[in-house]
């Protein structure tokens, strides 16, 4: 059992030396074998007949007209732009090149090629093993903390603007949430609940509202039609406040209705500017239910806090939740670096740091800023105002441009207030991409940046709203080539059909200039060679 157990590491080594082994050779083979077909070809040209076969080839071109070349260069500059045009569309809308998706896809494993195992090797454990990880934990999606009312914020936005802020994905997310919140404990539904379980499934607001209604008809207590009402129909705030004391009466002892109820009464306070009040309900709320720390009650109390300027309670609440063992946010990060910043930020010169360097505490913020935009990158242009808020989304996803907007759209006002941080921010929030120059394959303080965010982004932002994409995607290669190709292709036929005369004689001197060195090889080899072997080979 000693034996064989010590020499099992070895075989997996000595398995792996053989692949490469076969790998390396099997280059030359084929290069060896492709120069073995070339002269076998050049000495069976005779009784292959290539020569006359060449000439005939010949003839029949020189008899074509130069309609026919521009005919023929046009319909491939066509094909070649219509190709670009596809290409640039799906690139546009996936973010990756179709031909290159479908090369990797299922080309590749056809002839033999292996995934990238560069990306495997990320995770690996001391011992060398590598951890197996997902993409679907880096790109889940979370319920906004701060998410606006429907009726009372987004439809009125709707109303002004006649466009939509939210897409279909991130509102049906909202529904299973709602399902799952408020109906998932109840083993066996009340009519009510069935009629409000078809409620939030609805795609139309009206048809919601209505389903809603006849949930009350069946039951006057029956809190979560109140909720929905306070949701949807409400147009002000101080109307779904009313709704939602309501719901709070017939919630009874239903645990996740009256934490949902009694958090967005938070909001309703904290939006009608009473900020102490909304900061006492959070609190309250946080030390009733501290188990349901998932639902990141903590950000909407540090924002209410910072409308406050209550800057030590938002360091104590930071302390708590700003700890290694626990999941970041773009709150947290961005928080604890305007904190660190405020405190530097009211005196800061780039010219007087570069002269003397940072202090301690200068140096402390911009390190601080710099973790903050590892973690998400797209929140600094839309605190520097350099990109056009939206809405916030009902879902975010963490590290994503989602998460930014949601970030910017509460908390801008707290980075003008204090006086010099945006300058701050300004100043030195890309020196963090120096730090991590590949930030797909390795991270400084977090983890690799999570590729898959452009595509769930694009899900829950509307359409009207240009993502942001990090790392800034270069332009696929087929979509270089298509355009170089297109362009060559409609060159040729303009000027072929400009100077058909003239484009004849370079096509022809380019010819015999490419085919000259395949001349001057197989006449070194006639001359090298006996010709009775020559003779010979071309009897067998």
């Not at 031909?99 to 195992?117: A, F, K």
């Not at 898959?452 to 694009?458: I, L, S």
């Amino acid at each position: 059992m000693a034996d064989s157990s010590g020499s099992n590491p070895q075989s997996p080594g000595f398995t792996e030396k053989l692949k490469s082994w076969l790998c390396w050779s099997w280059t030359y083979i084929c290069a060896l074998w492709f120069a073995m077909v070339l002269t076998m070809v050049y000495v069976l040209r005779s009784p292959l007949k290539l020569q006359e076969t060449v000439n005939a080839a010949s003839v029949f071109l020189n008899t074509l007209t130069p309609k026919f070349y521009v005919a023929l260069t046009g319909t491939s500059s066509l094909i070649s732009g219509l190709i670009l045009i596809f290409e640039w569309w799906y690139f546009r809308k996936y973010g990756t090149s179709f031909i290159e998706q479908v090369s990797v896809s299922h080309l590749r494993p056809l002839l033999g090629g292996v995934e990238n195992s560069s990306s495997a090797g990320l995770f690996s454990s001391v011992n060398g093993d590598t951890e197996p990880r997902t993409n679907v934990a880096e790109c889940k999606v979370w319920r906004n903390p701060l998410n606006l009312f429907r009726g009372a914020e987004y439809s009125r936005y709707t109303w002004v603007t006649g466009k939509e802020p939210l897409t279909y994905y991130d509102m049906n997310l909202s529904a299973q949430d709602h399902q799952t919140f408020f109906l998932g404990d109840t083993q066996q539904l009340r009519p009510e609940d069935s009629v409000m379980q078809k409620a939030w499934r609805e795609r139309n607001p009206q048809a919601r509202i209505r389903a809603a209604y006849q949930a009350i008809e069946l039951n006057r207590e029956c809190a979560a039609a109140y909720v929905l009402l306070a949701e949807e129909e409400a147009t002000t705030i101080t109307e779904a406040e009313r709704l939602f004391k309501q719901a709070l009466k017939s919630a009874g002892k239903d645990t996740n209705l009256v934490v949902y109820i009694k958090r967005r009464l938070a909001m309703c306070a904290r939006k009608l500017g009473r900020i102490k009040e909304a900061v006492k309900m959070m609190r309250d709320l946080m030390k009733e239910f501290p188990l349901l720390g998932m639902l990141n009650i903590h950000e909407n109390l540090l924002e209410a806090l910072l409308e406050l300027q209550a800057y030590a309670d938002v360091q104590a609440v930071l302390a708590k939740y700003d700890d290694i063992s626990l999941p970041k946010s773009a709150t947290i990060c961005y928080t604890s670096a305007l904190l660190k910043a405020r405190a530097v930020s009211d005196k800061f010169s780039p010219e007087a740091a570069s002269r003397r360097g940072l202090s301690t505490a200068e140096m402390n913020a911009v390190e601080a800023i710099h973790r903050a935009v590892e973690f998400n990158p797209h929140v600094p242009k839309y605190l520097l105002e350099m990109k056009s808020l939206i809405l916030p989304p009902e879902h975010i996803l963490k590290r994503g441009d989602s998460e930014a907007v949601a970030y910017a759209f509460f908390h801008l006002q707290h980075w003008k207030r204090a006086e010099g941080a945006l300058n701050l921010l300004h100043c030195t929030w890309e020196g963090t991409f120096r730090i991590i120059p590949y930030p797909l394959e390795k991270g400084h303080l977090f983890y690799p940046y999570p590729g898959c965010t452009e595509t769930a982004d694009r899900e829950l932002l509307p359409s009207f709203h240009e993502v942001s994409v990090y790392p800034k995607k270069e332009l696929p290669f087929f979509i270089l080539f298509t355009a170089g190709l297109c362009s060559f292709c409609a060159m040729l036929a303009m000027l072929t059909h400009q100077f058909p005369e003239l484009m004849g004689v370079f096509v022809k001197a380019f010819f015999s200039t490419l085919f000259a060195p395949l001349g001057f090889f197989a006449d070194k080899m006639e001359s090298f060679m006996p010709s009775c072997l020559w003779h010979q080979l071309a009897n067998v």
